[in-house]
């Protein structure tokens, strides 16, 4: 047996098995790569409009920077961080204070760092799901909690997003016997992709209906605090019984505009806390001190994100005007920085779109206007007001080219 051989038969079922790497399914992200390039080589003197992209456009901001390096060249900042230092959890403790009214937060039980928070995500069901438990979770979304819940022999049950729900979840569809399986429950407000936002109601419900099933609620909170339209910052942790069932997840990656610095939070149950801690102390040795530092004078600034947030909502108003004008039916969010969009049936007298996935790749193909197709619950596509333009100026021609690209044809809804 060749060492190539022996090797391929040595893969976890989790991950495929020996058939690991021989799939020919092509994945939407992948997809969606492979149309912009040929788009790109058959249309050189076109410039691709990409408003797929999740991730923020500018850098973080100055202070931030200039704390980094500040801290960066302390001797005393080299070492691990383990599970955080005091500064951090200190300042996100105030944070929750000052932008989203959570008092009561225990800044020795209550709460801890993380590299971000997919790690984080991806680390909970370790504490938890044994062969056999279930994680509920919300589609359309993001997958990470339930990709590892199957990699520990659990299963995932999928709950629609769906339009008419104002994309909140169906509590009341949840089967009794998923229910009583499930230990925990991945929920995701303001929401990727739906820019959907959850109420104080909806919230409660939740927490009653974890309460009756013993269910521990994840609450997902990245865009929490990028609202508009006088939606305040909102928080999980803000309701009362919230910290007896579940956790919240903060991150500054869209917030503060510190994607690749991989910072984050969870506070909330402190037993939940103590088990990720511990869980935690076996994956990661903590994220750089210097980073860490920094961070904390970035929740010490909340007005940063409300400068971004003002952007965000500029550029959300442009899009949804210049779509509507189209003939779309979009509606500006309250809060993230995605809009989610119905797709059309197809060109009058032309092509149809079976699926959201057809539609997105029209538009990367005959456009150069680069989308994401989601088609778990209802035929939608993503836009993300994360685009490259350098002022308001370059925003509007940005959006005035969407207009003119779209313009030549007549969609059917």
């Known amino acids: 047996m060749s060492q190539e051989s022996y090797i391929q038969s040595m ?15 092509i994945y939407k992200f992948e997809k969606i790569k492979r149309a912009k390039a040929a788009a790109k080589k058959e249309h050189p003197n076109v410039a691709l409009i990409d408003m797929g992209v999740g991730e923020p456009d500018e850098m973080a901001d100055s202070g931030i920077v200039a704390k980094l390096a500040e801290e960066a060249s302390k001797p005393e900042n080299r070492g691990y961080a383990d599970n955080g230092v005091q500064d951090f959890k200190e300042a996100a403790v105030r944070y929750l ?3 989203f009214q959570v008092d009561g937060i225990d800044v020795e039980t209550e709460i801890n760092h993380s590299i971000g928070t997919k790690p984080a995500l991806a680390m909970l069901p370790t504490a938890f799901i044994n062969p056999g438990d279930v994680t509920i979770m919300t589609v359309p ?3 990470v909690m339930g990709t590892h819940t199957k990699y520990l022999g659990g299963d995932v049950y999928n709950v629609p997003l769906l339009k008419e729900n104002n994309f909140l979840p169906d509590l009341n569809a949840i089967p009794e016997d998923i ?26 419900q939740a927490i009653a209906f974890a309460k009756k099933h013993n269910i521990v609620i994840v609450h997902d909170a990245p865009y929490a605090a990028l609202t508009y339209d006088g939606l305040k910052p909102f928080s999980f942790l803000s309701v009362p019984g919230a910290k007896e069932v579940g956790v919240e997840l903060h991150s500054l990656s869209k917030s503060y505009n510190m994607t690749g610095w ?18 935690k102390d076996n994956n ?26 003002d952007k965000y909502s500029r550029r959300h108003d442009m899009l949804v005007a210049a779509l509507n004008e189209i ?28 699926s ?49 690209r779209l313009t030549d044809v007549e969609f059917e809804f």
């Open 141 to 143: 979304g993001y997958p």
């Open 262 to 279: 991989r910072i984050g939070f969870i506070a909330g149950n402190p037993l939940v806390v103590k088990a990720f801690k511990d869980v």
């Open 284 to 309: 990661d040795s903590g994220q750089f001190i210097a980073i860490q530092k920094a961070a904390a004078y970035g929740l010490d600034h909340p007005e940063i994100t409300e400068q971004i947030a």
């Open 327 to 354: 003939g779309f039916k979009a509606e500006k969010p309250k809060g993230s920085f995605f809009l989610y969009v119905e797709a059309p049936k197809g060109i009058k007298g032309g092509q149809s779109f079976e």
């Open 356 to 404: 959201g996935e057809d539609f997105s790749q029209y538009l990367i193909r005959e456009k150069l206007i680069s989308t994401v197709p989601w088609d778990d619950a209802g035929r939608f596509i993503r836009f993300s007001v994360t685009f490259e333009a350098d002022g308001i100026e370059k925003e509007q021609e940005v959006i005035g080219e969407i207009k003119r």
């Open 97 to 99: 204070k000052n932008v």
């Open 179 to 204: 229910a009583k399986r499930a230990k925990l429950f991945y929920l995701n407000y303001p929401n990727n992709p739906t820019g959907a936002s959850a109420t104080v109601e909806f919230f409660e």
């Open 11 to 25: 893969f976890a079922e989790r991950i495929g098995g020996a058939n690991y790497g021989k799939g020919t399914a």
